[in-house]
Nanobody, 125 residues
Framework: QVQLVESGGGLVQAGGSLKLSCAASGRTFSNVAMGWFRQAPGKEREFVAAINWSGGRTGYADSVKGRFTISRDNAKNTVYLQMNSLKAEDTAVYYC??????????????????WGQGTQVTVSS
């Protein structure tokens, strides 16, 4: 079992920055693949970013590449999403996800077997 708790969401103006955190508990974090997804009102959940066990491999959706950075601190059992140059279209509920069975799961939501409750990010234009 893995418990995931996101934090750091909020309201920010377009062009601003936010840093999301996802704290994990329940098992060894250093061999869990992690990802961030988001869901805007009326839309499907979509992939944002992913990171492998060590943090040496990352992947991003084209829509956030160059603006968002995923990272992890295994000593703190936490994964982060630094979001810069935010746009109105980034407004969504952001979810972190864990895959305890794979080294790296990328954009495949079905690969992830644990999900957090989500944190709201609202970007005003």
């Amino acid at each position: 079992q893995v418990q995931l708790v996101e934090s750091g969401g909020g309201l920010v103006q377009a062009g601003g920055s936010l840093k999301l955190s996802c704290a994990a508990s329940g098992r060894t974090f250093s061999n869990v693949a992690m990802g961030w997804f988001r869901q805007a009102p009326g839309k499907e959940r979509e992939f944002v970013a992913a990171i492998n066990w060590s943090g040496g491999r990352t992947g991003y959706a084209d829509s956030v590449k160059g603006r968002f950075t995923i990272s992890r601190d295994n000593a703190k059992n936490t994964v982060y999403l630094q979001m810069n140059s935010l746009k109105a279209e980034d407004t969504a509920v952001y979810y972190c996800a864990a895959d305890t069975r794979s080294y790296y799961s990328g954009s495949y939501a079905t690969q992830y077997n644990y999900w957090g409750q989500g944190t709201q990010v609202t970007v005003s234009s």
